[in-house]
């Protein structure tokens, strides 16, 4: 699937996190530094202080709830918000100042943006004025070929379905082949089904052409199946930057740990590599002392059924590949996802076994 | 923190909205520039002067009548308006899609048009009398001018109330009825306050226009501000006393304006209630009911449309149409010379200033945008006075040139060219111009490329209604036409006015045929609009 190098070799940023999660790749395409914008009026979010770096053909995606800045920290890269303070640097050249048609960087828009009064040709050939007609239309059969659309150059946008606007808007910030590609909340205007198979879709594509892009969205899963790394916002700041695999077995807070998949937190007394906890003592996945908030995912944690078990199952959902119960402890209610086989009943009383490295939070 | 305070920048702003700020603000100015020329000419009197002038009696009477006269259209307006809309919107009136259509198409009428039908209908040798053997007096006065200024600007009111009226929430009467209200208190305590907003929107278009004609008023000569503007402009010569008077006249235009603004503001009344809210009932009229409500539709119709088309066929029966021909053709190229050019400037002027309103909006791009109005609220009479007295200072190249009148027309018009542009250009999302700008365009190829094709729908219904309002207009250009312009509203006034009914008739013809097609462009966007 990862056909390109991605982040290779890390160092440590000054202000990193004390876990080092803030890597910077070695061929370095885009550094942002120390963005900050405030609004006076309107709704668009503030952001605080944004920093991070990508490399050549890395797919980074900006994750985070609503109005947490995400989306304007992508508007101030694409050049259309600008920022208060902050550098942006493309390939080492400070962008910052530029206007969005002198910067080189694509961008799709959440409602796609076609051009309604040009037809799907016209509209994947308008950023290609530089090239010769000829050279031009060359180009833009290319690019309609490559998503899949050929026969379609005809078509008026509003003639197309929305999975098929969406490619022409891909295709038309193709063409220009441009560097890095800004994509804001691309699939949000798809239907559920089409999402899932548009997603690995735009992967391959923005893969096939090498360019980076930088994918905005709110939605956890959409961001770890699509991106190379993932940068968690949180009210205007990057929490956590890392391998979507990184980020869900090591968040490092709760608001990660509950944003990104579902976790349980329970309190503990950590010391070194173990952790005291209600569930007895548990081995930590990094070293901590003191009293610390531990993360432990769903699936971390057995049902064993027992009469004389200090839980009782209050609630349980059957999902298919999987169940989820609601497990009732004393004042703490757990979230429990077990395989499909055994069955437990809502009332039943069980005992709580945690198997795996749990994570201590900041 | 120096790292900081140096990362920290100075926001600039960007070149294309450094020059449609320019664009614009050099468009308002325009507009208001002159004002201040027609201020100047007024100051050349002495105090003791003014005084004399201000408070002489026949300034009181021209008050005393035009408020007589404002307000016996208004009221007249409003009784032939609000049942009208009632009618169509609230009641199960056999061909009321028809009727809908009938009581928009008088504004084909301008005003002197229909007193010119008046007094054809009339008279010893009018339509009455020559068909019917009936004399009536010719109308004149107070009396004539409400009914020609009514029959003409009712459909401004009738299309506010019908509005209001079919968007009305059923369910607000219905729970004052549940509520133990009779229908007729109903009406007065429900409805009505709800009607309040649409009427006091029409009343200030009906209003403004009544204050700033001068045709009709003219061929009635009744003395109302316009009037006596122009005769002491044109035949006493006494321009100090004309720019008092258009002074008086723009600042009663304005208070107008500010009333309703105020008004309105007390009188906000969206549902406040979530959901779709119900959709009008209809009124059953039952047998008796539909043969008043078609007896009232009837008498209506024949006054506002019957009248000027029966006295039109008359009087133009009577000539011989072949002979006038020529002239009529050379006049109706001379409306067009100006007409064009006059759409197309107002359509360049309102780009940037609907740019500056819809993209850029500032507390500048609001004062840009009321400054359009200008044009639109100053009577006309007042407006071209000002511009004369402009020429003759500022820009003496420029007096009784085409190039004056298409200037004066642009900004006279303004605000009609803007409404339709600035809608389209809402409707343009600022996505596509971003998406642009994303593909390497720069701001002036995204406007050309982008923006441009996408209002230009907007662009030219904007166009086409100040095209065919220049085609019809009057009053300015009775006093900014260059020497020998005779384009077909002046020529169809003079000739009325000299009393050649007959010879008039074939250019009121035209103009009528001619506003047909602006009552064409208001239906369409009427229906549009949803109605």
Redesign the interface.
């Known amino acids: 699937m990862n056909e390109l190098p991605k982040s290779v070799g890390f160092k440590m940023p000054a202000e990193a996190s004390p876990l080092g999660f803030r890597q910077i790749p070695q061929k370095v395409l885009l550094e942002v530094e120390?963005l900050r914008r405030h609004f006076d009026e309107g709704d668009a979010a503030a952001v605080e202080r944004v920093s991070f770096a990508m490399g050549e053909g890395e797919l980074l995606a900006l994750l985070g709830p609503s109005g947490c800045g995400k989306t304007t920290t992508l508007r101030m890269i694409?050049?259309?918000e600008?920022?208060?303070?902050?550098?942006i640097r493309l390939r080492g050249r400070d962008i910052?100042?530029l206007?969005?048609?002198k910067r080189?960087?694509?961008?799709v828009?959440?409602?796609y943006?076609l051009?309604?009064?040009l037809d799907v040709l016209e509209n994947v050939k308008?950023?290609l004025?530089g090239l010769g007609r000829a050279a031009a239309e060359a180009r833009a059969h290319e690019m309609l070929r490559l998503v899949g659309l050929e026969g379609l150059g005809a078509r008026r946008p509003h003639e197309l379905s929305g999975g098929q606007q969406q490619r022409v808007?891909l295709a038309?910030?193709l063409a220009?082949a441009p560097p890095l590609v800004?994509l804001d909340e691309p699939f949000s205007n798809l239907d559920a089904a089409m999402r899932v198979e548009t997603r690995q879709e735009v992967r391959k594509l923005l893969k096939r052409a090498g360019s980076a892009a930088i994918l905005v969205t709110h939605d956890q899963e959409e961001a770890l199946a699509l991106a190379d790394r993932i940068a968690v916002i949180e009210a205007g700041r990057v929490v956590q930057i890392g391998t979507p695999d990184e980020i869900y077995l090591n968040p490092v807070s709760a608001f990660v740990a509950s944003f990104i998949g579902r976790s349980n937190i329970v309190p503990g007394t950590a010391n070194g590599m173990d952790a005291d906890t209600a569930f007895g003592r548990l081995p930590l996945s990094r070293a901590a002392n003191g009293k610390v908030s531990i993360a432990v995912r769903p699936e971390q944690i057995m049902l064993e059924p027992d009469p004389n078990g200090p839980a009782a199952v209050v609630g349980r959902e059957f999902r298919g590949h999987d169940q989820l119960y609601w497990v009732q402890e004393g004042e703490r209610c757990m979230l429990v996802i077990s395989g499909p086989g055994a069955q437990i009943d809502v009332g039943q009383r069980v005992r709580l076994r945690i198997c795996d490295c749990v994570v201590p939070l900041n | 923190m120096t790292q900081?305070a140096a990362?920290?920048?100075r926001?600039r702003l960007?070149a294309s909205r450094l020059l449609f700020t320019a664009l614009a603000l050099g468009v308002g100015a325009l507009s208001v520039l002159p004002l201040f020329y027609l201020v100047m000419r007024a100051l050349e009197a002495e105090p003791a002067q003014v005084v004399d002038l201000i408070l002489r009696p026949r300034t009181g009477w021209l008050l005393i009548n035009t408020a007589a006269l404002t307000l016996g259209v208004l009221a007249l307006t409003t009784l032939i308006a609000l049942p009208l809309a009632w009618l169509v919107s609230r009641t199960d009136l056999r061909g009321r899609r028809a009727v809908n259509v009938l009581a928009v198409l008088p504004l084909a009428v301008p005003g002197y048009v229909m007193a010119y039908a008046l007094i054809g209908l009339s008279g010893d040798y009018g339509f009455l009398s020559e068909i019917f053997g009936v004399t009536l007096p010719r109308p004149h006065g107070w009396l004539g001018a409400t009914l020609a200024l009514s029959l003409y600007t009712f459909p401004y009111l009738y299309l506010n109330l019908r509005a209001a009226l079919s968007g009305f929430d059923a369910s607000l009467e219905e729970s004052a009825r549940a509520l133990g209200s009779t229908p007729r208190e109903v009406f007065t305590r429900v409805t009505l306050p709800h009607l309040l907003p649409a009427l006091l929107a029409g009343w200030l278009v009906i209003g403004l226009y009544v204050i700033g004609d001068f045709g009709a008023v003219a061929l009635m000569r009744f003395d109302v501000f316009s009037l006596v503007i122009y005769t002491q402009y044109s035949a006493a010569f006494d321009r100090v006393y004309a720019s008092w008077l258009a002074l008086i006249l723009i600042a009663i235009a304005l208070s107008v304006v500010w009333w309703e603004s105020r008004l309105r503001e007390g009188a906000h009344y969206a549902r406040t209630g979530s959901g779709a809210g119900a959709g009008p009932q209809r009124f059953t009229l039952g047998g008796r009911g539909q043969i008043l409500g078609w007896a009232f539709v009837s008498l209506v119709v024949l006054a506002s449309i019957g009248l000027p088309v029966a006295v039109l066929s008359f009087w133009m029966t009577r000539g011989e149409l072949a002979s006038t021909l020529p002239d009529l053709i050379a006049s109706f190229l001379q409306s067009l010379s100006i007409a064009v050019p006059s759409a197309v400037l107002a359509a360049l002027m309102a780009i940037p200033v609907a740019v500056l309103a819809v993209r850029y909006p500032s507390p500048l791009s609001t004062l840009v945008n009321r400054l359009a109005f200008v044009g639109y609220a100053v009577p006309p009479l007042a407006f071209a006075l000002a511009f004369v007295f402009f020429a003759l200072q500022g820009a003496r190249f420029l007096y009784q040139t085409h190039l004056l009148l298409v200037v004066v027309y642009a900004l006279a018009f303004l605000a009609l060219a803007l409404g339709p542009i600035r809608s389209a250009l809402y409707q343009a999302?600022p996505?596509?111009e971003?998406?642009?700008?994303?593909?390497?365009?720069?701001?002036f190829a995204?406007f050309r490329?982008?923006t441009l094709?996408?209002i230009?729908p907007g662009v030219v219904a904007g166009m086409v209604l100040v095209f065919v309002i220049a085609m019809k207009e009057l009053p300015i250009a009775f006093l900014l036409a260059p020497v020998g312009f005779r384009p077909l509203a002046i020529t169809m006034f003079s000739r009325t006015s000299e009393g050649l009914l007959m010879e008039a008739a074939p250019y009121a013809g035209a103009i009528i045929a001619f506003s047909a097609v602006f009552v064409g462009v208001v239906l369409r966007h009427d229906r549009k609009a949803g109605g």
Request: aromatic content about 8%.
């Open positions: 120390g694409g050049g259309f600008r920022p208060d303070a902050g550098t910052t100042d206007p969005p048609e080189g960087i694509g961008f828009f959440q409602d943006a051009f309604p009064h308008f950023g004025r808007a038309r910030t220009v800004l | 900081a990362l920290t920048r926001r960007p999302r996505s596509l971003e998406a642009s700008r994303a593909l390497g365009q720069g701001p995204t490329r982008v094709p996408m230009r």
